[in-house]
């Protein structure tokens, strides 16, 4: 979009500036709340002559003058508003884009990024209410949230690397880092909605998510990025996970079934609800033909990580996710919770290994 009150060249001159004269820093170097600052300062000074040749209006012809008081005041999102008003807004992208400055890749750049999103008057992160999302912080750091590799599963989210997971997220919480939607997200309708309307800066899902979207705002401009890296790259995997109960008469034809679905032949039949196999030959890249979108999907498989292989790991889920949302609510400490989180989870593995 064309601005003729809009020059990249000096824009980006001018946000290097920023950072240097403010942070003392290159830009390269700042991190993404600077970056929003310096961005901040250099549109204020392309639209401060107008801000003069309004005043100067305003005097000139003695116009009256509405004031209105409240107990609070909310700005909402200055910077966005204003790159809108100045018909500047993809020059900036553009600009930033050339600069270097990038969706977040790290834990802390998520955190700075989320800082910056409430800054600006948007919303931070939300997703299902579920523990679905929250996995990818722990495979992260290393810890697998339940130990599978014995014959007993073990409770680990608590060991050390569990704990530096476990505080991260309810450092994220602690900030407003969740969307207040959040709250009442328990069906993926509500998650589309909350990101497709506005609430939220970022939606932690799977490739299932971009169809709902662009149903509910077709015309919403956004992209995809891999999850933020921590010690590790690790991501959760998504979609449906299978299960044989265990009352079930016939075990050996419910995992015929299953072996079907997830093979070649069954592949047509997961397409019809939006889904693809996670079986190691499935050919993702013809899958995905068309949908550039959604590559960033397949190139995160080889660090994908499945949920904690346990009986009855639904309620292991909800376990974890009450454990959140009591952090959420301000009922509970980030370490009380924990401590009363690895509790249940032992006594649920503990009744169910009996």
Do not use: H
Request: overall charge negative; aromatic content about 12%; proline content about 2%.
């Amino acid at each position: 979009m064309y601005s003729k009150r809009f020059e990249k060249e000096a824009f980006k001159a001018a946000v290097k500036e920023n950072v240097k004269t403010l942070y003392r820093k290159k830009v390269e170097e700042a991190s993404k709340q600077q970056i929003f600052q310096a961005v901040s300062y250099a549109v204020k000074d392309i639209i401060m002559d107008d801000w003069f040749e309004t005043q100067n209006k305003y005097e000139e012809e003695n116009v009256k003058t509405v004031y209105y008081m409240s107990m609070e005041f909310l700005m909402g999102r200055a910077l966005g508003n204003n790159l809108i008003n100045m018909t500047a807004y993809e020059d900036v992208k553009e600009a930033l884009d050339e600069l270097g400055i990038d969706v977040p890749t790290t834990w802390e750049e998520l955190s700075d990024a989320v800082d910056k999103a409430k800054e600006a008057g948007y919303g931070g992160i939300i997703t299902y209410q579920s523990a679905y999302a929250f996995y990818s912080f722990f495979y992260q750091n290393e810890c697998p949230v339940i130990d599978t590799s014995g014959d007993i599963p073990q409770v680990v989210i608590d060991n050390e690397e569990g704990k530096e997971a476990w505080n991260y997220i309810c450092d994220l919480i602690s900030k407003g880092g969740l969307v207040e939607s959040f709250k009442e997200a328990t069906t993926w309708d509500k998650v589309y909605e909350s990101f497709a309307n506005g609430e939220a800066t970022f939606l932690l899902g799977g490739d299932w998510c971009s169809v709902e979207v662009e149903n509910i705002n077709p015309d919403m401009d956004y992209g995809i990025a891999p999850m933020v890296k921590g010690k590790t790259e690790a991501t959760v995997l998504g979609g449906w996970t299978w299960n044989i109960n265990a009352n079930c008469k016939k075990p050996e034809l419910a995992y015929d079934l299953l072996q079907y679905l997830n093979s070649e032949k069954g592949d047509s039949i997961l397409a019809v609800e939006g889904k693809a196999s996670a079986r190691k030959d499935y050919d993702y890249v013809k899958s995905l033909e068309g949908k550039d979108k959604l590559k960033v999907f397949a190139e995160e498989l080889s660090y994908t990580k499945a949920r904690p292989a346990v009986i009855n790991e639904k309620a292991i889920d909800e376990l974890i996710i009450n454990a959140i949302l009591e952090v959420d609510y301000g009922q509970s400490s980030a370490e009380d919770a924990l401590t009363s989180l690895a509790q249940k989870l032992n006594e649920n593995i503990a009744s169910n290994y009996q």
